[in-house]
DNA sequence: ACGTGTGAAGTCGTTCACAGCG
DNA sequence: CGCTGTGAACGACTTCACACGT
């Protein structure tokens, strides 16, 4: 089922200053709240507080508090939180009661996988196009969308009006293709490849190393056992 | 091309005591800093100070100091660091020198990607199963692996010696399956499923969660248009 | 001279405890 | 009375600056 259609880029609502002077674990925290948010609410709850709130994520309520505080008031005294409204809120200061689009480079076996996960749409993240450099996959189709060749990417970026850029190539290819997604305007790239890319200060990467969360848990296993 | 042997598991090097009440940044950082290493021992680099090794990363090189002076002195005045002796430290500190052995549960899409992933390897972590409940997959070869059924968690997991499991099915059947692996001893877990799983203290569990990253990024990019 | 290891100072984030509102 | 919002106290991480080793 392809996406809905192309939304325009254009002028939005603003955020609240605070916002901009957000602590990091701050603004990491929001899409955790949003998420337990989203799973409480298909359970049904109408009204939470930030006691029970922390409690399911292992965190304070004083620190719950906090986190929503610093964006703005919007719980109840004597009440809690109404799941709707916070989460409506959240959306906003993340950036994500608009939508944005996205390009996926690299149709791998990964790469695959990303383009049919579902749940992207629910956070307003569409994806737009499907890039390889392999020319035996061009024409291909990837969730309704046929593959295209890593040389269009400029063209691509355009037409799409994309932000965002998925990269999920072989290690020894992903620092080139990420030069030329800078190149091509983007300015945040979410990288799977295992390796570290170098960019210029004005983009930001995320960089997913499947390997890496495997080494952290292993070192807590480490510690548990003596 | 099939992992090398399962590895017995047993008694190991210990870790410096240091290393037990290690702050959490700090042992991320380590990930990062092996990375690092791994991407500047192909360039052929033989010495790398906490400076340059900084730079590359975003980090003052106080902080890279003071990461490694933590855990030990691994460094030469003067000289600066040497990567392969530095790697080694940080292997060790990781609990990487030594096998792991993992399992995969859920061999859809993404399943079937990270079940793929070159690179497991070079960590020390070996993937031993793979399992599924949808009876129509069975017996189905993912990278030399046969897939089984999930009823039979218990078995793989005595068998495999598996520490680590590594959850890919839909969200839906995510906190189940949870319980089931939880209920098998495994002590750390990596999710991939777009849910926020509860488990007991003891049980570590890591949440890989597309969508949050793409919000994250998203973020960065709404804050830096005004 | 260059670069590490490290206490001391500073900054940032979390916890606490209570005032105030529903 | 329950629960939020918030300043003040606390603790944790980072930065700084310098002594020491090569």
Chains 1, 2 share one sequence.
Request: charged share 20%.
């Amino acid at each position: 089922m392809p996406d809905s259609p192309p939304p325009p880029s254009g002028p939005y609502a603003p955020l609240p200053n605070s916002a901009s002077h957000a602590p990091p674990p701050y603004v990491r925290r929001l899409s955790l709240y949003l998420r337990m948010l989203e799973q409480l609410t298909d359970k049904g709850v109408s009204t939470i507080s930030s006691k029970q709130l922390g409690d399911h994520l292992g965190l304070t309520d004083g620190q719950v508090r906090k986190d929503f505080a610093h964006f703005g008031q919007f719980g109840h005294p004597g009440v809690g939180y109404r799941p709707p409204e916070l989460m409506r809120q959240i959306r906003h200061i993340l950036g994500i009661d608009r939508p944005w689009n996205v390009i996926l480079i690299g149709a791998g076996n990964l790469g695959r996988a990303l383009a049919s996960h579902k749940g992207f749409a629910g956070r307003n993240m569409h994806l737009r196009a499907v890039l390889d450099s392999d020319a035996s996959r061009l024409d291909e189709e990837i969730s309704g969308l046929k593959i295209e060749s890593i040389d269009r990417l400029q063209d691509v970026v355009a037409q799409t009006q994309a932000q965002l850029a998925i990269i999920a190539v072989p290690a020894i290819a992903a620092q080139g293709v990420c030069d030329a997604v800078v190149r091509s305007g983007i300015k945040a790239i979410l990288n799977f490849a295992p390796r570290l890319l170098t960019v210029p200060c004005e983009v930001s990467v995320s960089n997913v190393d499947l390997a890496q969360y495997l080494e952290q848990l292993a070192f807590q296993l480490h510690l548990g056992e003596k």
